[in-house]
């Protein structure tokens, strides 16, 4: 059930765009231990002054590259977190050779009341999942 | 208060649109017992390729008319939840012909303090709600 | 570490949407007392009818310059979120005259497990922040 947002500046082509996603499924599946089929991502494209995304005074440098991953989950782990981010950035850089310096991720908690994934029920209410 | 983004995939009208926001606010009006005016809806547009929406094993298949519903408001209780869930459903496949499977929903809770409608006032807190 | 969304119709220049963005940041750096390179922001621009943004019958008007913002952020005081409310309506409306009916403020909190700004660590676990 993450529902992932991924806010990058415009010029990649479709097939990058895809690899990202492909990618970063891959990850979540493995680190948060969710079924294959539980793959919720949407993608914003924006012009470059429309993200500004620093560092927190950190060091690091971004390019246009930078990929900003916003995750609506039920809670996990911080160790299972831990894995995602690292896990991520090396995929990323290991296949389509992103900066790690270039992913930020923010996550936020919600509850399994809160979700609906299609028929309007609560599949986490009535037991479905 | 809550606040709604719509993501969908490219291709409807302006009519179609506006009328999957009308009957959306009808059936949260309805199901949060929320005033009238108590409207936020936010519509992202996206190339198909910028939205993979799978269905966690359940056995939907999502069609392009795929809409996914983000919500951010104060608790409300499942049960309310729930109902908002169903009646959504029900209404955007009677007025729209919208296949329930193409409906999904996620909901993050926030409380009274996290709102600033104008003014630079917290309304909740102000006691002007 | 506030990441901040900018829901607002199109129609601004890149310098107007600019100045939006730095008067916000110089805002939530004074009421948060964030570091200065505490910025991450993110701009939306919409045709008309993709935002219909009321009032809760508070009795506002809106315009088209209206501009939603969301904020994700680990948790502050109710003081400090409603200075960072008054501040930033004044200073826009005094320095890009924005109304102060048509600025509008939601927040969501997470914790310091849920960011990594980069290269794949969890930046507020591993005391690097």
Not at 36 to 49: A, L, M, N, S
Request: proline share 3%.
């Amino acid at each position: 059930m993450p529902l992932i947002r991924f806010d990058m500046i415009e010029g990649r082509t479709e097939t990058e765009v895809t690899k990202i996603l492909d990618i970063s499924h891959r990850v979540i599946v493995d680190a948060f231990q969710v079924p294959e089929g539980d793959r919720y991502q949407i993608v914003h494209q924006h012009h470059p002054y429309e993200m500004i995304i620093k560092d927190t005074g950190l060091g690091f440098k971004r390019s246009k590259s930078v990929i900003v991953i916003t995750i609506t989950t039920r809670q996990r782990t911080h160790e299972k977190k831990e894995i995602f981010y690292e896990k991520l950035v090396l995929a990323l850089k290991q296949e389509c050779n992103i900066d790690p310096a270039d992913i930020m991720v923010s996550m936020v908690v919600n509850e399994g009341e809160d979700w609906s994934f299609g028929f309007g029920k609560a599949q986490f209410l009535t037991g479905e999942l």
